[in-house]
């Protein structure tokens, strides 16, 4: 049972503008704390908080202390972050989740009410909006429409939980994205809550939840089902991490972006392997940068794969909350507190410099003009080397940098006519072009700058083929608002780029359809055609099916490939276009750092925040004019196709069951490298012959009204369906790419999903291989979920995504990691065995577990429990389940 915090003997009081508050002295608590880095003594205050000898004990406490020695010995500790934020479609999930908790609850004669979320929750709906209209004033306007005419039924959910659940907020669609929302208004930076000031600190179930630590707030991202718990009131245990210092000198020249310094960090950290460590930066470089350069460079952290990418509090952090309007008289006490406990930073001050576990550097002026891709984000490019770079990919073996395409086969020239007009596509034809995701929207100078060179081109007579889908969605109404102020909104929407929706949209996959003629010139032709985005993300199949290639790159570059029509270009030899018989090159009409900033300090005010976040929470008049059930529990409806009571807790009993063994187990899937969570769970539309198609078309629906999985991800039916359906997967139990497998007892070949049902009427187990970062990606709980659903006990991989094997654990799946050296192919395993486990009862975290092969063979693999709170959740058939058998318990 919990006790009394034994380091309430440290709380001490402080006076700021006539109000007295109370904080933890951590400087007093033990010696060396300012060696520790910055991130490390947020934990660290956390665990001295919250200390009770249950859930957070002395011993958490003088482990992180002692973090200089214990970082190299796998020491585990607890943490339990301020507050919890969702985005939509991992919050639908999470809402789904508690509505389906309170009636296990209740059924097991527990007390339904005692399903709250106890730590405060943030939800913001930013992920259903698709970019269906483009290139039209309204677009904005009509895509939204037809975003509540197609969620109508989530959101009305969501609605009610706001009602039923206790300390969650939800901010209504078409507010922006979650994390730029997060970053302009939601992060207190310091928490004020009974009168004790403790620093701001967030889990999230979006992966980019890092955005935050650029504004100095530790935050990363999580499960969805790791985050209910922390929504519960359970603490996260975790292994402590290495904290790499990135020390940053220098200036970045007058023409390169704070996106082509994402993208060289990006590189240069995945080179590096941070990946389950903390990143933290330092060094008289980083006074050079803005909140929103800081939070660029935090945002894309997942990429690296490093746990966070923190920035430390200092001045211009407080200058950034003045600016996006957080109250005078909070700024004043943060900074005091902060302060007075070491947790301020002078990046020009070396003597505050802490001990890391190990230190890289970067100069600012050796950054250049990058893209990423094309099919990675940690695959940096140098614009002035991309169009050797594209040609060597088009011919390359099939890989993340080729295509496989015959030498011959490369200056493939087909016409198509598109509004009565030909025009010829080719390999490098852009077709996409998006200005898209917080990443890049966030950030003032880059969306300033692509409104500057929108100007400048427009004036140059400059022009965008029109098949090609251009689009803006700004990630706030803020954006809206200073693009408009500076006048730069009509020039963008002369090249095509008009204001769309607020959300994620093309970055998730949410781009709408490309045109048929051009979609039809491109398969016709097998031609390997282009996005080019402002976003995060470009794994194959994640923007859109006929975009083989997609790049990562500034809203200026955006724009700029998206007038060149191709990204087999020299910015450098060749020009963007003519005009009036003249060449136009690209360095005539770009923008430089000094430019872009008079813009911004014009017209990015305070006030902006102030209009457009005082109305936030109340959301458009389509949704206040929905109407949402009042009961405590949800009263769900069985024809609906959006939301739909998960079988999770069917069965379930009071008592903990026993464990059981896997036995004979067939493998669903043999798998490659870097297989993604877009690849295990799509958030993309729905193909027409899928299992999922076939299951919505049976309940009457239309192709128009399939959606997307994103925004079904409230029906365990459609996204159990969902599960694996990637059009780019490669499962070597099949010579075709896409979500078809091996049914081994028949030999016959099938829809995966199809596969899983005869399996599970077969009564056989299943398990999956894979091979290295299996899960990376976004942090989607559905690809756990989705493989549970489907009958997997087990997946066994050369390497985890941190997340995913979070996940995995969280739904009672066993995660097995191959020893060093050893895969599916030096085993020479053909995934047509069968497969036994045994988890011992006394399991012990990362224990050697042998599996036994049928044909008489056996290797042994490390079972990926880190934790003895990983294994607890593992005998109770995932955390889910362990929570509500804890309620109903007391």
Known sequence: MAGVNPYNKFLKEIEVGG????????????????????????????????CDNFQVKEDDVKKIFAWSKLQHEDAEVAFKPARVILQDFTGVPAVVDFAAMRDAVKQLGGDPNKINPICPSDLVIDHSVQADFTRTKDAAEKN???????????????????????????????????????????????????????????????????????LGVVGWGVGGIEAEAVMLGQAITMLLPKVVGYKITGKLNQYVTSTDLVLTITKHLRQLGVVG??????????????????????????????????FPVDNKALDYLRQTNRPAEKIKAMEMY????????????????????????????????????????????????????FKSCLVNKVGFKGYGLAPDATNVTVPFIFEGREYTLQHGSVVLAAITSCTNTSNPSVMLGAGLLAKRAVEAGLTVAPYVKTSLSPGSGVVTYYLQESGVVPYLQTLGFDIVGYGCMTCIGNSGPLDDSVVEAIEKNNLVCCGVLSGNRNFEGRIHPSTRANYLASPMLVIAYAIAGRVDIDFEKEPLGH?????????????????????ESKYVIPAMFQE???????????????????????????????IKRPPFFDGMTKQLPPALPIENAFCLLLLGDSVTTDHISPAGSIARNSPAARYLAARGLTPRDFNSYGSRRGNDAVMARGTFANIRLVNKLVSSTGPRTLHVPSG????????AERYKSENISLIAIAGKEYGSGSSRDWAAKGPYLLGLKAVIAESFERIHRSNLVGMGLVPLQFLPGQNAETLKLTGKEKYSIIIPEDCKPLQTITVQVSDGRSFDTIVRFDTDVDISYYRHGGVLNYMVRKIASQ
């Open 277 to 310: 460590k903390f990143v933290e930066f330092f060094g008289p470089g980083v006074a050079e940068l803005s909140i929103a350069d800081r939070a660029t460079i935090s945002n894309m952290c997942p990429e690296y794969g490093a746990t966070v990418g923190f």
């Open 579 to 599: 005009a009036d018989g003249k060449p136009v090159f690209l360095n005539d009409i770009w923008p430089t750092r000094s430019d872009i900033q008079a813009v």
């Open 19 to 50: 109000k007295t508050y109370k904080f933890y002295d951590l400087p007093a608590i033990g010696a060396d704390f300012d060696k520790l880095p910055f991130s490390i003594r947020v934990l660290l205050e956390s665990a001295v908080r919250n």
């Open 338 to 389: 902060l302060k007075t406990v070491s947790l301020f930073r002078d990046f020009k001050n070396a003597s505050q410099d802490p001990i890391f576990s190990e230190i890289v550097e970067l100069d600012l002026s050796t950054v250049v003009s990058s893209i990423s891709g094309p099919k990675r984000p940690h695959d940096r490019v140098s614009v002035t080397d991309m169009l050797e770079d």
């Open 144 to 214: 939204q429409e037809l975003e509540f005419e197609r969620n109508q039924e989530r959101f009305m959910f969501l609605k009610w939980g706001a009602k039923a659940f206790q300390n969650m907020l939800i901010v209504p669609p078409g507010s922006g994205i979650v994390h730029q929302v997060n970053l302009e208004y939601l992060a207190r930076v310091v928490f004020s809550d009974q009168g004790i000031l403790y620093p701001d600190s967030v889990v999230g179930t979006d992966s980019h939840t890092t955005m935050i630590n650029g």
């Open 748 to 755: 016959e070949e099938m829809d995966i999903f199809d596969a």
């Open 612 to 642: 457009v976040y005082a109305r936030i929470e109340t959301g458009s008049q389509s949704w206040q004019k929905l109407s949402a059930p009042e009961s405590t529990l949800y009263p769900w409806e069985d024809s609906s196709t959006y």
